[in-house]
């Protein structure tokens, strides 16, 4: 699921930045070319219990990933 998620999202924000009319017949054939979604390199989640689960997820919603001045 999370494959097929990905390529959604991520074709729909290319879709958006790179306007329809010109992006929207390789879209469609990556749709057919791609029925398994995109590949996703997720670490397993290592279940650590709620308390520390939510501190994870706490800790990176409060800031960035990467330093801002990396992204171009």
Do not use: H
């Not at 929207?24 to 689960?53: C, D, H, I, M």
């Amino acid at each position: 699921m999370l494959r097929k998620r990905f390529q959604k999202v991520l074709l729909d924000l290319l879709e958006k930045n790179i306007g329809k009319e010109n992006f929207r017949s390789l879209k469609n054939k990556v749709y057919s070319t791609s029925k398994n979604g995109f590949y996703v390199r997720a670490k397993k989640n290592e279940n650590l219990g709620t308390k520390q689960n939510i501190k994870y997820v706490l800790r990176y919603c409060g800031r960035p990933a990467f330093a801002a001045s990396k992204i171009l």
